[in-house]
């Protein structure tokens, strides 16, 4: 019903469910692209366990990229530059939510963690549900923090040659480096309880990077406007 809905919403037909109202409203003012709102919908829809980090990383570029690109067309910018920087940061943000999952889907005797994974730090599904071989468990989270540290760094980098004002919407990028930060500081240690909890800095650091931004938004401004010399 939902991909019916989302086509209703584009098609300009009443509907009645007021998130599919919202997001008529928010097409219709923003134009956002219908291929990236269905593809969001139909990875929502379609889970299923992961035999990889290739594919946790397709996943996220379904769902985590899809919504920065739409977050960035909100803005009102477009561009196969800014989808790239988008797409890094999707993966980082998946593999991160991969990693937060853990605990929790431990304690519903489950996990999706991909064979794979499991398999390079010999350590099987079952011990992950029960919570044995700790030591081998960091070297799961390992792995996948060294991918989503890698995604992270290609999307800082990438967010250098953007126009400052396109910056903004990279914001989640504060909180998605700082959690691996603490990650290693703790040893990639999902039992410590500092590893997981949200750093007490983060508003005011997303402040002072949105200033950032801000003043270098500006001064691009003033820099364009600035009469050439004769």
């Known amino acids: 019903s939902s991909g019916i809905n989302a086509e209703y919403g584009y098609r300009g037909k009443a509907v009645e469910a007021p998130i599919a109202v919202e997001l008529k409203r928010a097409v219709k003012i923003n134009k956002l692209s219908k291929g990236f709102l269905l593809r969001l919908i139909d990875a929502r829809s379609t889970i299923k366990p992961y035999n990889s980090l290739h ?4 996943a996220a570029d379904n769902t985590f990229s899809t919504v920065n690109y739409l ?3 909100t803005l009102g910018f477009k561009s196969v530059d800014i989808d790239h920087a988008a797409s890094h940061l999707g993966r980082c943000e998946g593999l991160i939510g991969l990693i937060r999952s853990i605990p929790f889907l431990q304690s519903q005797q489950t996990t999706l963690i991909p ?14 549900i029960r919570g044995e071989n700790p030591e081998k468990l960091k070297d799961v989270v390992h792995d996948i923090a060294s991918s989503a540290h890698l995604h992270a ?10 126009p400052a004002a396109a910056r903004v919407g990279f914001l989640p990028l504060v909180p998605a480096k700082l959690f691996l930060e603490r990650l290693e500081k703790y040893d990639f240690d999902l039992s410590n ?11 005011l650091r ?11 938004t500006n001064f691009e ?3 364009q406007s600035k009469p050439r010399k004769k």
């Open 55 to 58: 594919e946790v990383e397709q």
């Open 71 to 73: 977050t960035m067309e």
């Open 115 to 128: 064979n794979t994974t499991l398999a390079k730090a010999g350590i099987s599904q079952t011990e992950i």
């Open 153 to 162: 760094m290609h999307c800082e980098r990438l967010i250098g040659t953007l």
């Open 193 to 203: 309880s500092r590893t997981l909890v949200r750093p007490p800095l983060l508003y």
């Open 206 to 216: 997303l402040v002072r990077r949105k200033l950032v931004y801000t003043f270098q």
């Open 221 to 223: 401004l003033a820099k």
